[in-house]
Protein backbone atom coordinates (compact mmCIF):
# COMPACT_ATOMS: atom_id res chain seq x y z
CA UNK A 1 0.00 0.00 0.00
CA UNK A 2 2.66 2.52 0.59
CA UNK A 3 4.54 1.80 -2.35
CA UNK A 4 1.45 2.68 -4.53
CA UNK A 5 0.82 6.21 -2.12
CA UNK A 6 4.58 7.35 -3.08
CA UNK A 7 4.26 6.22 -6.58
CA UNK A 8 3.62 9.69 -8.01
CA UNK A 9 5.92 11.30 -5.87
CA UNK A 10 8.98 13.28 -7.99
CA UNK A 11 9.52 15.93 -5.43
CA UNK A 12 10.27 15.58 -1.89
CA UNK A 13 10.60 18.06 0.74
CA UNK A 14 12.46 16.55 3.67
CA UNK A 15 12.39 18.45 7.36
CA UNK A 16 15.42 17.45 9.26
CA UNK A 17 14.95 18.20 13.09
CA UNK A 18 17.17 19.30 15.69
CA UNK A 19 17.00 16.34 18.07
CA UNK A 20 17.99 13.98 14.87
CA UNK A 21 21.09 16.24 13.93
CA UNK A 22 22.28 17.13 17.20
CA UNK A 23 22.82 16.17 21.09
CA UNK A 24 22.96 18.69 24.01
CA UNK A 25 26.72 18.64 22.78
CA UNK A 26 26.02 20.41 19.82
CA UNK A 27 26.22 18.72 16.18
CA UNK A 28 25.69 15.23 15.50
CA UNK A 29 28.23 15.46 12.54
CA UNK A 30 28.07 11.44 11.72
CA UNK A 31 24.25 11.20 11.67
CA UNK A 32 23.72 14.16 9.70
CA UNK A 33 26.54 12.88 7.05
CA UNK A 34 24.90 9.71 7.33
CA UNK A 35 21.12 11.34 6.15
CA UNK A 36 23.23 13.39 3.81
CA UNK A 37 24.38 9.87 2.05
CA UNK A 38 20.48 8.81 2.13
CA UNK A 39 19.10 12.39 0.50
CA UNK A 40 21.64 11.39 -2.33
CA UNK A 41 20.67 8.21 -2.77
CA UNK A 42 17.25 9.63 -3.25
CA UNK A 43 18.83 11.61 -5.91
CA UNK A 44 19.87 9.00 -7.52
CA UNK A 45 16.45 7.80 -7.82
CA UNK A 46 15.62 10.74 -10.14
CA UNK A 47 13.85 12.70 -6.97
CA UNK A 48 13.79 16.11 -6.52
CA UNK A 49 14.80 17.02 -3.14
CA UNK A 50 14.41 19.69 -1.44
CA UNK A 51 15.73 19.50 2.32
CA UNK A 52 14.72 22.25 5.28
CA UNK A 53 17.39 21.57 7.83
CA UNK A 54 17.32 22.98 11.55
CA UNK A 55 20.40 22.11 13.64
CA UNK A 56 21.96 26.19 13.21
CA UNK A 57 21.74 27.01 16.68
CA UNK A 58 22.71 23.35 18.28
CA UNK A 59 25.80 23.64 15.60
CA UNK A 60 26.84 26.76 17.29
CA UNK A 61 26.22 27.57 20.48
CA UNK A 62 28.81 25.07 22.18
CA UNK A 63 31.15 27.52 21.04
CA UNK A 64 29.50 30.41 22.57
CA UNK A 65 29.97 28.52 25.81
CA UNK A 66 26.28 27.89 26.21
CA UNK A 67 24.69 24.93 28.10
CA UNK A 68 20.87 24.07 26.86
CA UNK A 69 18.34 26.62 25.20
CA UNK A 70 19.58 30.07 24.34
CA UNK A 71 17.61 32.24 26.47
CA UNK A 72 17.31 35.65 24.03
CA UNK A 73 17.06 36.16 20.58
CA UNK A 74 20.93 37.86 20.45
CA UNK A 75 22.19 34.79 21.82
CA UNK A 76 20.55 32.34 19.35
CA UNK A 77 21.30 34.86 16.82
CA UNK A 78 25.13 34.50 17.66
CA UNK A 79 24.70 30.29 17.98
CA UNK A 80 23.13 30.60 14.01
CA UNK A 81 25.94 32.16 12.76
CA UNK A 82 28.49 30.33 13.94
CA UNK A 83 25.92 27.07 13.63
CA UNK A 84 24.68 27.37 9.70
CA UNK A 85 28.18 27.65 8.35
CA UNK A 86 28.82 24.43 10.07
CA UNK A 87 25.85 22.68 8.83
CA UNK A 88 25.92 24.06 5.05
CA UNK A 89 29.77 22.87 5.05
CA UNK A 90 28.79 19.32 6.31
CA UNK A 91 25.84 19.25 3.54
CA UNK A 92 28.49 20.41 1.19
CA UNK A 93 31.54 18.12 2.04
CA UNK A 94 28.95 14.78 1.79
CA UNK A 95 27.20 15.65 -1.34
CA UNK A 96 30.42 16.11 -3.12
CA UNK A 97 31.55 13.20 -2.48
CA UNK A 98 28.44 12.38 -4.74
CA UNK A 99 28.97 14.58 -6.98
CA UNK A 100 26.25 17.08 -6.17
CA UNK A 101 25.76 20.60 -5.01
CA UNK A 102 23.74 22.30 -2.04
CA UNK A 103 22.46 25.56 -2.08
CA UNK A 104 21.68 27.57 0.99
CA UNK A 105 18.70 29.50 1.28
CA UNK A 106 17.75 31.29 4.38
CA UNK A 107 14.31 32.79 5.00
CA UNK A 108 12.33 35.09 7.12
CA UNK A 109 8.29 35.15 7.19
CA UNK A 110 8.82 38.40 6.09
CA UNK A 111 10.48 37.14 2.49
CA UNK A 112 7.08 34.69 2.19
CA UNK A 113 4.50 37.28 3.42
CA UNK A 114 5.18 39.53 0.42
CA UNK A 115 3.55 37.89 -2.65
CA UNK A 116 6.44 39.17 -5.18
CA UNK A 117 8.98 38.48 -2.63
CA UNK A 118 7.02 34.71 -2.21
CA UNK A 119 6.83 34.43 -6.14
CA UNK A 120 10.94 34.95 -6.18
CA UNK A 121 11.80 32.69 -3.63
CA UNK A 122 10.12 30.37 -5.57
CA UNK A 123 11.70 31.09 -8.83
CA UNK A 124 15.11 31.03 -6.96
CA UNK A 125 14.24 27.55 -5.23
CA UNK A 126 12.69 25.70 -8.78
CA UNK A 127 15.72 27.50 -10.69
CA UNK A 128 18.06 25.48 -8.47
CA UNK A 129 16.38 22.18 -9.00
CA UNK A 130 15.86 22.60 -12.96
CA UNK A 131 20.14 22.45 -11.87
CA UNK A 132 20.25 19.21 -10.23
CA UNK A 133 20.94 21.65 -6.85
CA UNK A 134 19.77 20.34 -3.90
CA UNK A 135 18.47 23.58 -1.73
CA UNK A 136 19.00 23.26 1.89
CA UNK A 137 16.50 25.94 3.62
CA UNK A 138 16.53 27.07 7.37
CA UNK A 139 15.09 29.74 8.74
CA UNK A 140 17.65 32.92 9.21
CA UNK A 141 17.88 32.88 12.50
CA UNK A 142 20.68 35.38 12.11
CA UNK A 143 18.47 38.29 11.75
CA UNK A 144 15.12 37.56 12.80
CA UNK A 145 12.78 38.82 15.33
CA UNK A 146 10.21 37.33 17.14
CA UNK A 147 7.74 39.55 14.65
CA UNK A 148 8.49 38.13 11.37
CA UNK A 149 9.43 34.50 12.76
CA UNK A 150 8.12 31.44 11.17
CA UNK A 151 7.83 29.64 14.48
CA UNK A 152 9.20 26.48 13.84
CA UNK A 153 10.80 24.51 11.32
CA UNK A 154 7.90 22.11 10.73
CA UNK A 155 6.03 25.47 9.65
CA UNK A 156 8.69 26.54 7.46
CA UNK A 157 8.57 22.92 5.85
CA UNK A 158 4.91 23.08 5.27
CA UNK A 159 5.28 26.85 3.50
CA UNK A 160 8.37 25.56 1.43
CA UNK A 161 6.22 22.34 0.18
CA UNK A 162 3.37 25.03 -0.88
CA UNK A 163 5.84 27.50 -2.42
CA UNK A 164 7.22 25.03 -4.67
CA UNK A 165 4.47 22.76 -4.92
CA UNK A 166 6.12 19.55 -3.53
CA UNK A 167 4.54 16.09 -3.68
CA UNK A 168 5.37 14.64 -0.50
CA UNK A 169 6.89 16.08 2.65
CA UNK A 170 8.77 14.22 4.96
CA UNK A 171 9.32 15.07 8.30
CA UNK A 172 12.34 13.14 10.31
CA UNK A 173 12.18 13.28 13.91
CA UNK A 174 13.24 11.63 16.79
CA UNK A 175 10.58 9.34 17.32
CA UNK A 176 9.35 6.15 15.36
CA UNK A 177 5.72 8.68 14.12
CA UNK A 178 2.67 9.47 15.82
CA UNK A 179 1.54 7.98 18.65
CA UNK A 180 -1.77 7.16 20.03
CA UNK A 181 -0.17 8.98 23.87
CA UNK A 182 3.24 10.06 24.45
CA UNK A 183 6.10 7.06 24.02
CA UNK A 184 8.33 8.74 26.71
CA UNK A 185 5.58 8.44 29.61
CA UNK A 186 3.43 5.91 28.59
CA UNK A 187 5.19 2.39 27.55
CA UNK A 188 2.43 1.20 25.89
CA UNK A 189 1.66 3.56 23.78
CA UNK A 190 0.85 2.64 20.00
CA UNK A 191 2.17 4.17 16.54
CA UNK A 192 -0.50 5.26 14.51
CA UNK A 193 0.63 4.21 10.68
CA UNK A 194 -1.94 6.03 9.12
CA UNK A 195 -3.76 8.80 9.83
CA UNK A 196 -7.00 9.14 7.18
CA UNK A 197 -8.19 12.86 8.47
CA UNK A 198 -6.50 15.09 10.98
CA UNK A 199 -9.38 16.15 12.95
CA UNK A 200 -9.54 18.35 16.29
CA UNK A 201 -9.41 14.87 18.17
CA UNK A 202 -5.93 14.34 16.70
CA UNK A 203 -4.29 17.45 17.08
CA UNK A 204 -5.62 16.76 21.49
CA UNK A 205 -3.34 13.63 20.66
CA UNK A 206 -0.20 15.63 19.35
CA UNK A 207 0.20 17.36 22.52
CA UNK A 208 2.31 20.46 23.43
CA UNK A 209 5.50 18.42 24.40
CA UNK A 210 9.05 19.85 23.54
CA UNK A 211 12.06 18.81 22.90
CA UNK A 212 15.52 20.77 25.10
CA UNK A 213 16.90 21.12 21.17
CA UNK A 214 14.41 22.10 18.75
CA UNK A 215 11.29 24.52 19.18
CA UNK A 216 8.73 22.49 17.91
CA UNK A 217 7.07 19.44 19.12
CA UNK A 218 4.32 16.19 17.53
CA UNK A 219 1.51 18.93 17.57
CA UNK A 220 3.70 21.42 15.39
CA UNK A 221 3.93 18.47 12.68
CA UNK A 222 1.09 17.30 12.82
CA UNK A 223 -0.29 20.95 11.90
CA UNK A 224 2.34 21.13 9.38
CA UNK A 225 0.70 17.92 7.87
CA UNK A 226 -2.64 19.67 8.27
CA UNK A 227 -1.26 22.74 5.80
CA UNK A 228 0.30 20.94 3.46
CA UNK A 229 -2.67 18.62 3.26
CA UNK A 230 -4.78 21.48 2.12
CA UNK A 231 -2.49 21.42 -0.75
CA UNK A 232 -3.48 18.26 -1.33
CA UNK A 233 -0.19 16.65 -0.01
CA UNK A 234 0.60 13.85 1.97
CA UNK A 235 3.05 13.76 4.90
CA UNK A 236 5.26 11.19 6.14
CA UNK A 237 7.48 11.11 9.90
CA UNK A 238 9.46 8.66 10.88
CA UNK A 239 12.53 8.38 13.30
CA UNK A 240 15.51 10.07 11.35
CA UNK A 241 18.17 8.44 13.40
CA UNK A 242 16.98 4.85 11.69
CA UNK A 243 20.09 4.14 9.45
CA UNK A 244 18.69 4.04 5.80
CA UNK A 245 15.57 5.56 6.93
CA UNK A 246 14.66 7.48 3.91
CA UNK A 247 15.70 4.77 1.62
CA UNK A 248 13.49 2.56 3.27
CA UNK A 249 10.42 4.45 2.76
CA UNK A 250 11.16 4.63 -0.78
CA UNK A 251 11.54 0.65 -0.93
CA UNK A 252 8.10 0.95 0.20
CA UNK A 253 8.51 -0.33 3.93
CA UNK A 254 5.56 0.56 6.19
CA UNK A 255 7.91 2.32 8.82
CA UNK A 256 6.46 5.59 10.58
CA UNK A 257 3.23 7.45 10.56
CA UNK A 258 1.38 8.59 6.91
CA UNK A 259 -1.05 11.53 6.82
CA UNK A 260 -3.26 11.42 3.93
CA UNK A 261 -4.17 14.65 2.47
CA UNK A 262 -7.65 16.92 2.44
CA UNK A 263 -10.14 15.33 0.52
CA UNK A 264 -10.68 19.18 -1.16
CA UNK A 265 -7.46 21.92 -1.69
CA UNK A 266 -7.04 25.10 -1.52
CA UNK A 267 -5.77 26.73 -4.61
CA UNK A 268 -1.67 28.80 -4.69
CA UNK A 269 -3.04 31.91 -4.09
CA UNK A 270 -5.00 30.83 -0.82
CA UNK A 271 -2.67 28.47 0.61
CA UNK A 272 -0.41 31.67 0.63
CA UNK A 273 -3.06 33.80 2.63
CA UNK A 274 -4.28 31.17 4.78
CA UNK A 275 -0.30 30.18 5.97
CA UNK A 276 1.89 32.53 4.77
CA UNK A 277 0.36 35.62 5.74
CA UNK A 278 0.61 37.52 8.99
CA UNK A 279 -2.48 38.77 9.96
CA UNK A 280 -2.11 42.20 11.17
CA UNK A 281 -5.76 42.94 12.40
CA UNK A 282 -9.48 41.88 13.25
CA UNK A 283 -13.04 42.80 11.75
CA UNK A 284 -15.78 41.36 13.52
CA UNK A 285 -18.92 40.95 11.56
CA UNK A 286 -22.32 40.96 11.99
CA UNK A 287 -24.39 37.79 11.26
CA UNK A 288 -25.60 38.63 7.87
CA UNK A 289 -21.94 39.52 6.68
CA UNK A 290 -21.05 35.44 8.10
CA UNK A 291 -23.76 33.84 6.03
CA UNK A 292 -23.05 35.64 3.23
CA UNK A 293 -19.06 34.76 3.51
CA UNK A 294 -19.40 31.87 5.16
CA UNK A 295 -22.56 29.93 3.77
CA UNK A 296 -22.97 31.50 0.27
CA UNK A 297 -19.50 32.09 -0.43
CA UNK A 298 -19.69 36.04 -1.24
CA UNK A 299 -16.74 38.55 -0.91
CA UNK A 300 -16.78 40.85 2.72
CA UNK A 301 -18.67 44.44 2.53
CA UNK A 302 -18.29 47.36 4.35
CA UNK A 303 -22.25 47.46 5.47
CA UNK A 304 -21.08 43.68 7.66
CA UNK A 305 -18.30 45.43 9.55
CA UNK A 306 -18.98 46.06 13.34
CA UNK A 307 -15.94 46.58 15.08
CA UNK A 308 -11.97 46.40 13.96
CA UNK A 309 -9.25 46.05 15.55
CA UNK A 310 -5.30 45.91 14.92
CA UNK A 311 -3.02 48.42 12.58
CA UNK A 312 -3.04 47.27 8.75
CA UNK A 313 -2.80 48.86 5.48
CA UNK A 314 -4.29 47.70 2.24
CA UNK A 315 -2.90 44.50 1.32
CA UNK A 316 -2.65 43.63 4.78
CA UNK A 317 -4.24 40.03 6.01
CA UNK A 318 -6.81 40.26 8.78
CA UNK A 319 -8.81 37.52 10.68
CA UNK A 320 -12.63 37.68 10.40
CA UNK A 321 -14.86 37.09 13.58
CA UNK A 322 -18.21 36.61 13.97
CA UNK A 323 -19.58 39.27 16.49
CA UNK A 324 -18.91 36.88 19.36
CA UNK A 325 -15.27 36.70 18.84
CA UNK A 326 -15.10 33.24 16.55
CA UNK A 327 -12.66 33.44 13.96
CA UNK A 328 -13.63 31.80 10.81
CA UNK A 329 -11.57 33.53 7.96
CA UNK A 330 -9.02 35.19 7.24
CA UNK A 331 -8.46 37.72 4.37
CA UNK A 332 -6.43 40.67 2.11
CA UNK A 333 -7.94 43.70 2.81
CA UNK A 334 -8.98 46.29 0.17
CA UNK A 335 -8.78 49.17 2.79
CA UNK A 336 -6.22 50.23 5.07
CA UNK A 337 -7.14 50.89 9.42
CA UNK A 338 -7.54 54.61 8.75
CA UNK A 339 -10.34 53.88 5.75
CA UNK A 340 -12.45 51.29 6.82
CA UNK A 341 -13.36 53.62 10.59
CA UNK A 342 -14.77 55.79 8.43
CA UNK A 343 -16.93 53.38 6.03
CA UNK A 344 -17.45 50.41 8.34
CA UNK A 345 -21.00 50.01 8.56
CA UNK A 346 -22.25 51.94 5.71
CA UNK A 347 -23.09 50.79 2.26
CA UNK A 348 -21.12 50.28 -1.34
CA UNK A 349 -22.64 53.29 -2.69
CA UNK A 350 -21.00 55.82 0.30
CA UNK A 351 -17.32 55.04 -0.12
CA UNK A 352 -16.47 57.33 -2.45
CA UNK A 353 -18.71 60.06 -1.05
CA UNK A 354 -16.82 59.94 2.45
CA UNK A 355 -13.38 58.72 1.58
CA UNK A 356 -13.33 60.85 -2.10
CA UNK A 357 -12.33 57.50 -4.03
CA UNK A 358 -13.24 53.84 -3.76
CA UNK A 359 -10.72 50.94 -4.82
CA UNK A 360 -13.79 48.64 -4.77
CA UNK A 361 -17.27 47.55 -3.53
CA UNK A 362 -15.71 44.92 -1.64
CA UNK A 363 -13.92 44.99 1.65
CA UNK A 364 -12.14 41.66 0.92
CA UNK A 365 -12.76 40.50 -2.27
CA UNK A 366 -14.21 36.37 -2.18
CA UNK A 367 -10.95 35.20 -4.00
CA UNK A 368 -8.98 37.25 -1.53
CA UNK A 369 -10.54 34.94 1.61
CA UNK A 370 -10.00 31.76 3.18
CA UNK A 371 -12.43 30.13 5.23
CA UNK A 372 -10.53 29.23 8.98
CA UNK A 373 -13.26 27.59 10.88
CA UNK A 374 -12.01 24.22 12.52
CA UNK A 375 -13.22 20.94 10.87
CA UNK A 376 -16.01 19.32 13.06
CA UNK A 377 -14.61 15.72 14.92
CA UNK A 378 -16.86 13.44 13.75
CA UNK A 379 -15.81 10.77 16.54
Not at 175 to 200: C, K, Q, W
Request: proline share 3%; glycine share 10%; with cysteine.
Amino acid sequence: MRSALLSHVKRVVVKIGSGVISTDAGLDLPMLTAIADDLCALRQRGLEVIVVSSGAVAAGKGQLGIVGRPQTIPQKQAAAAIGQTRIIRAYKETFLKHERMVAQVLLTRDDLSNRRRYLNARNTLTTLLEYGVTPVVNENDTVVVEEIRFGDNDNLSALVTSLIEGDLLIILSDVDGFYDSDPSTNPGARLIPLVERITPKIEALAGDARGTLGTGGMLTKVQAAKRVGLAGVSTLIVNGRTPGILQQVFAGKEVGSYFLPAQSKLAAKKRWIAFTKKPRGRLLVDDGAYRAVVKQGKSLLPSGICEIEGNFERGDAVRLSDRHGKEFAMGVTSYSLAELEQIAGKQCAEIEKILGYKYRDEIIYRDDLVLTLAEEDDG
